[in-house]
């Protein structure tokens, strides 16, 4: 969606208005590093001030991330899901994973009833990457592609207002796979005095068979169990 210059009255408002409305259209997803203010100054054909305050007030407001030297980013898609963000962020890592359980397990349960071909191949495609990755020991690949299953799935049932939250706490979700993953894999190679090889307590084959099946219990069940043993793993 092409930015439009502004009118002369109320500018910040407009220019906070029409950046916003790139965020809500899509055309900057979360992550994406937004135009400099010398860009967006000449495509609104307003002062630099003025789209300094504009993305200062979204920053505030938690939907855009400054920082220092490197540009300014998209943080959330909305007022809410920047709140929502920034306090979890603060939470602990047991926390966010009752958090993602209350997400993730819905979104099997509505996946196995939605998912169309494009979203099942997406999804293969993913456990795929996870279980390589995992042969050949390459956490840090394995973490990406656990990640993309996750989101893969989210997609899969085509809840818009699910896919924004998802998208919101994204990072937040991210950092949880980092650790527990990692956690994992460490107590796993101090039991075996060596690389883990035991695949059983971090496999989501069941938990895609079951969306193929077009199974929401099974499936609502096979997420909650990935849960119960991310969180088996946290401090109380």
């Known amino acids: 969606m092409p930015l439009a210059s502004t009118r002369r009255t109320g500018l910040v408002d407009q220019v906070i208005s029409q950046l916003r409305a790139q965020i809500d259209s899509g055309e900057w ?40 030297g490197a540009g ?11 709140a929502l963000r920034r306090r979890l962020e603060r939470s ?13 397990v819905e979104a099997a349960r509505l996946a196995a009833r939605r998912h169309s071909e494009a979203d099942m191949a997406d999804i293969d495609r993913a456990l795929g990457m996870r279980e390589e990755a995992w042969r050949d020991q390459d956490m840090g690949t394995f973490v990406e592609a656990d990640f993309t299953l996750h989101k893969a799935v989210v997609l899969a049932t085509h809840n818009r207002l699910l896919i924004d939250l998802y998208d919101d706490i994204a990072q937040v979700v991210y950092a949880s796979i980092v650790h527990t993953v990692y956690e994992q894999a460490e107590e796993e190679s101090d039991r075996r005095d060596g690389p883990s090889s035991d695949y059983e307590g971090m496999d989501h084959s069941k938990l895609v068979e079951a969306i193929r099946a077009a199974d929401p219990a099974e499936a609502a069940r096979e997420a909650n169990c990935y849960i119960d043993e991310l969180l088996s793993l946290t401090q109380e």
């Open 29 to 68: 997803g979360v992550g994406d590093r937004i135009p400099t203010e010398s860009e967006l100054s000449e495509q609104l054909e307003v002062g630099r001030n003025t789209v300094r305050e504009a993305v200062r007030a979204l920053a505030h407001a938690g939907l855009l991330e400054i920082r220092q």
């Open 72 to 82: 300014t980013f998209v943080r959330a898609s909305s007022e809410l899901g920047g």
């Open 92 to 104: 602990r890592l047991r926390e966010n994973l009752e958090v993602r359980r209350a997400l993730e």
